[in-house]
C-alpha cells in the first residue's frame, strides 16, 4: 500500500505515502472526530453530573446552577448512617440477601433445564420449548398480580417472609430462560460425551465433570445475571413489597428517595446511592460482558 | 415432510402405553385403574406401589376435604355477602363472613390445575404397571426401587434435573397465568364495588375494550398505535443508529478505537433504573438542562420535557437510544471484526465503491445475524415497562383518562389493575397484549436459523 505519490502544489514538489492523509481525509477524519466527540459528550455528560450531585455541599433538591458551590463526603455519610427515614444499609443488605439465594436457585434451575434441552432427546422436549416461548410472550405484570394472590394464600406477604417471597419471584420461574446456556450446551462436541458414557460415568457425571466444566463462562454469565436481577428489578418488589419500607431493596428505595416526600432531603444522598450501587454493578457487568462474549466466540473446541 | 416428523416421534414410542395396559394387561394392571399402584406392587415393586397408592389417597383425601367443594362454587364464584350482625351479648356490630370470589377462583383453578397433575400420574402409573408385566413376561429383570433411583442419574436423568424447574414455572409462572386468563371473563373491579364478590360477564369486557364508541375503546386504539409506533422507533433508530456508530468506529483511519468504545460501554455499565432515573431529573422541570437553557439563553422559559404529550414522546425514543445505542453498538461491533474479508475484497476488485459494498455486503452480512435479534427486541420493546414507567410514568394524562400520552399497553394494563383495581381489564390487556406479541413471534422467530437448525452442531 506504500506506492510513493508525488504531487505538485505551488510549484514546489511534495513526497508522500499514500496512506498518509490527503486533505479531504484530513477534513473527514476531523469531522468523525468531532462527532465522536460531542456524541462522548453527551453519554458521559449524565454520569458525569450525578458523580457531580453526589459530592455537591448544598442541600436541597433542583439547583439554578450546574457548577456545586461546595464540594463534601457528607452526602455519602449521610446515605450510610442516617437511617430512621429511609434505611439504606438496610436496603443494600435486604437485596444482597435476596440476590444471593435467587442467584443460587435461577443459576441451578437454568443449567439443569439448559443441559436437558441441550444433551439430552426425550419426547416432552420439543413440547416444553415451545411452552416456554409461548409463556414469555405473556407480559410479565400480567402474571404479577396473580403471583401475589398466591403468595398471599401461602402466607409470605408478611414480615420476614417477605424475604423468600421475593426469592421465588426471582428464581422459580427461571427454569424458562434457558434458551443461551442451551446454545451454549450445543457446542460441546457429542464425541466427548459419548466417551464419557463408554467410559462408565453416569448421565449426571457426564454433566458434573464433562459439560459444565467445559461451559465456564457460560456459567460465570449466568450467575452474574442472575445474581444481579433483584438489583435491576424495580417493578416486582414494588407490586411485592409496596409501603413496608423494612423490605426494600435498594432499586426501589432509590425510586422513593426521588418521591416527593423524600426529594428535598434525598436528593443529593441519592446522587451519593447512585454511585455508590453502579460501581459494583459496572465491575460485575464488565466481568459478565466478557464471559458473554468468551461464551458466544470461544465456544468448545472438539 | 410429514413422514420425517412420524419418524421422529417413533424415536421415544414404547410398548407401554394406556391403550395396551388396558387391552393386554393382566387383571392386576387393568385394577390399578381403580387401586393405584397395584400393577407394580404384584411385580415386586412394593415401593413404587404403594407410592402411587400414597398419592391416590393423599388426592382423594383433598378432593374430599378441599377439592369437590372449591370446584362447585366455581360456576358461581360465591354469593354470600360480608354482613353486619348486630351481637347483642357483646353489644358491637359482628362481621359475618362472606365469599371472596378471587380466593374462589385461585382455590378452583388450583384444583384443576392438581386434578391434570394427577392425571397424568395416573396414566403413568398405567404405564408403570404394564411395563413391569410386559418385562416378566418377556422374562427380562424388573427394576427394583433402588435402581429405579439410581436411574435417575441415567436414563431418566431428565425427570430428576427437571423436576424442580418444573415445579416452579408450574406453580409460578402457569399457575398464574392460569388465573388471570378467566379475570377478563369476570367483572374483578372496582368499577361497580365488584373487588370482594365478582360474577363471570363472558366476553364484556373485551366488547367494552375494543368497542370504538366507549371511552374505554378510545383510550385502547390510541394507546396500541403509540405502543406499536414506539417499539418500531426504539428498536429502529437504536439498531441503525447503533450500527452507524459502531462503522465509525471502526473505520481504519479512526484512531483510539478502543477508547471511544469504552466511553459508550461505560453508560451500560450504569444500572438502568438508575439511568432512567437521572434522566428523570435531568430533564424535569427544574433540572439541570433546563437551567442550562435557561441560563446560556436558549430558551426563556423551562421546556415542557414531560408534560407537554409531544416532547414527552421524543423524549422516551431519544433517551431510549441513549441507553440501547452501545449495546447495537457492541454487538454490529463484533459481528464487523467478523466479516469474511474475502466478500469485502472481491467486492473491491470487481469495482464496487465503498457505499455499494456497504450496501450489497455488509448491510446484508449485518442483517443475516442480527435478524433474529431484531425481532425479539421488537416484541421487548413493546413489553418495554422500566424505560416508560421511570421516565415519564405514562405522562401527560388528559384528564378523566386511564392512560397517559406515553403509556404502552404494559404500564396501562400496571395502572389499570395496581392504581385503578379494574383487574378484569387488566386481564384483558394483557390478552391482548399476548395476541399482539404472538402475531410477531409466530410470524418471525419460528423461521429464524437457530430455531430450525438446532442441531447443526451436533
Not at chain 2, 398 to 424: E, M, R
Request: hydrophobic share 50%.
Amino acid at each position: 500500500m506504500s506506492k510513493q505519490v508525488t504531487t505538485y502544489a505551488g510549484g514546489q514538489e511534495y513526497k508522500f505515502e499514500k496512506n498518509k492523509m490527503s486533505g479531504a481525509r484530513v477534513a473527514k477524519n476531523a469531522v468523525v472526530y468531532v462527532i465522536l466527540t460531542i456524541l462522548s459528550i453527551i453519554w458521559l455528560f449524565p454520569i458525569f453530573w450525578v458523580v457531580l450531585t453526589s459530592f455537591r455541599k448544598e442541600k436541597g433538591s433542583y439547583t439554578a446552577y450546574f457548577w456545586p458551590k461546595g464540594y463534601t463526603f457528607d452526602n455519602y455519610k449521610k446515605l450510610f448512617t442516617e437511617t430512621t427515614q429511609l434505611n439504606f444499609p438496610r436496603m443494600f443488605l435486604n437485596t444482597l440477601l435476596v440476590s444471593i439465594f435467587s442467584c443460587i436457585i435461577t443459576t441451578l434451575f437454568i443449567l439443569c433445564v439448559g443441559y436437558c434441552m441441550s444433551q439430552l432427546r426425550f419426547r416432552l422436549r420439543k413440547p416444553f420449548m415451545n411452552l416456554a416461548m409461548i409463556l414469555g410472550l405473556f407480559p410479565a405484570f400480567m402474571s404479577m398480580v396473580a403471583v401475589y394472590f398466591i403468595l398471599k394464600a401461602l402466607g409470605l406477604t408478611q414480615g420476614n417472609m417477605l424475604y423468600v417471597a421475593l426469592v421465588l419471584i426471582y428464581s422459580a420461574g427461571s427454569g424458562t430462560g434457558f434458551y443461551i446456556v442451551k446454545g451454549f450446551f450445543d457446542t460441546v462436541p457429542k464425541s466427548l460425551t459419548e466417551a464419557a458414557l463408554l467410559d462408565g460415568c453416569s448421565m449426571l457425571q457426564v454433566f458434573n465433570k464433562i459439560v459444565l466444566p467445559l461451559s465456564k463462562p457460560i456459567v460465570v454469565y449466568t450467575i452474574l445475571t442472575s445474581f444481579l436481577a433483584p438489583w435491576l428489578d424495580f417493578i416486582f418488589v414494588k407490586v411485592i413489597v409496596g409501603a413496608n419500607a423494612d423490605y426494600w431493596t435498594v432499586s426501589l428505595g432509590m425510586y422513593n428517595m426521588l418521591e416527593k416526600e423524600y426529594i428535598y432531603k434525598w436528593y443529593t444522598p441519592w446522587a451519593a446511592a447512585a454511585v455508590v450501587v453502579s460501581i459494583p454493578i459496572a465491575i460485575l457487568f464488565m466481568v459478565m460482558q466478557r464471559n458473554y462474549v468468551d461464551g458466544m466466540t470461544g465456544a468448545v473446541k472438539g | 415432510m410429514a413422514e420425517i416428523k412420524k419418524k421422529k416421534a417413533s424415536m421415544f414410542d414404547t410398548p407401554y402405553t394406556l391403550k395396551n395396559a388396558f387391552a393386554k394387561g393382566d387383571i392386576f394392571v387393568r385394577l390399578s385403574c381403580v387401586i393405584m399402584g397395584l400393577g407394580n406392587m404384584v411385580r415386586k415393586q412394593v415401593i413404587k406401589g404403594l407410592l402411587y397408592f400414597l398419592i391416590e389417597v393423599a388426592y382423594i383425601w383433598f378432593m374430599v376435604q378441599k377439592g369437590v367443594h372449591n370446584l362447585a362454587m366455581l360456576p358461581s364464584l360465591g354469593t354470600v355477602e360480608q354482613n353486619k350482625v348486630w351481637d347483642e351479648d357483646q353489644g358491637i356490630f359482628v362481621y359475618t363472613a362472606g365469599d371472596n370470589s378471587v380466593l374462589i377462583l385461585l382455590a378452583g383453578i388450583a384444583t384443576l390445575l392438581i386434578t391434570f397433575l394427577f392425571a397424568c400420574i395416573w396414566i403413568d402409573q398405567m404405564k408403570s404397571g404394564y411395563k413391569a408385566l410386559y418385562l416378566t413376561r418377556a422374562g427380562k429383570h424388573v427394576n427394583n426401587f433402588i435402581e429405579d433411583i439410581k436411574s435417575l442419574a441415567n436414563e431418566n436423568i431428565h425427570k430428576f434435573l427437571m423436576f424442580f424447574p418444573m415445579l416452579g414455572i408450574i406453580f409460578f409462572t402457569i399457575l398464574p397465568l392460569l388465573f388471570m386468563i378467566p379475570m377478563a371473563f369476570t367483572n374483578y373491579s372496582k368499577i361497580g364495588k365488584h373487588l370482594v364478590l365478582f360474577d363471570w360477564v363472558g366476553l364484556e369486557n373485551f366488547k367494552t375494550t375494543l368497542g370504538m364508541g366507549g371511552k374505554l375503546g378510545s383510550t385502547f386504539w390510541p394507546v396500541l398505535g403509540w405502543t406499536l409506533v414506539w417499539a418500531f422507533f426504539a428498536t429502529f433508530l437504536n439498531f441503525f443508529l447503533g450500527m452507524l456508530l459502531a462503522m465509525v468506529i471502526n473505520r481504519k483511519d479512526t484512531k483510539g478505537k478502543s477508547v471511544w468504545r469504552f466511553i459508550f460501554v461505560l453508560s451500560i455499565a450504569v444500572p438502568q433504573f438508575v439511568s432512567l432515573l437521572l434522566m428523570r431529573t435531568m430533564f424535569s422541570q427544574n433540572g439541570p438542562i433546563n437551567n442550562m437553557l435557561i441560563n446560556a439563553g436558549i430558551v426563556s422559559k423551562a421546556v415542557p420535557f414531560w408534560t407537554n404529550a409531544g416532547w414527552a414522546r421524543f423524549m422516551v425514543i431519544v433517551i431510549n437510544c441513549w441507553i440501547g445505542i452501545p449495546y447495537s453498538m457492541l454487538q454490529v461491533t463484533g459481528i464487523l471484526q467478523n466479516i469474511p474479508s474475502e466478500l469485502t475484497e472481491a467486492a473491491r476488485i470487481d469495482g464496487a465503491n465503498s457505499v455499494q459494498t456497504f450496501f450489497k455486503i455488509t448491510l446484508p452480512y449485518i442483517m443475516f445475524i442480527m435478524g433474529p435479534y431484531i425481532i425479539t427486541q421488537f416484541t421487548g420493546n413493546i413489553n418495554n415497562f422500566n424505560v416508560i414507567y421511570l421516565l415519564s410514568g405514562g405522562n401527560p394524562t388528559p384528564v378523566g383518562s386511564t392512560a397517559g400520552k406515553t403509556d404502552l399497553l404494559v404500564t396501562w394494563l400496571y395502572k389499570l389493575t395496581i392504581d385503578y383495581q379494574y383487574y378484569n381489564l387488566g386481564a384483558v390487556i394483557g390478552i391482548i397484549t399476548f395476541i399482539v406479541l404472538s402475531i410477531v413471534a409466530l410470524a418471525t422467530y419460528r423461521n429464524t436459523a437457530s430455531y430450525k437448525d438446532e442441531e447443526a452442531f451436533n
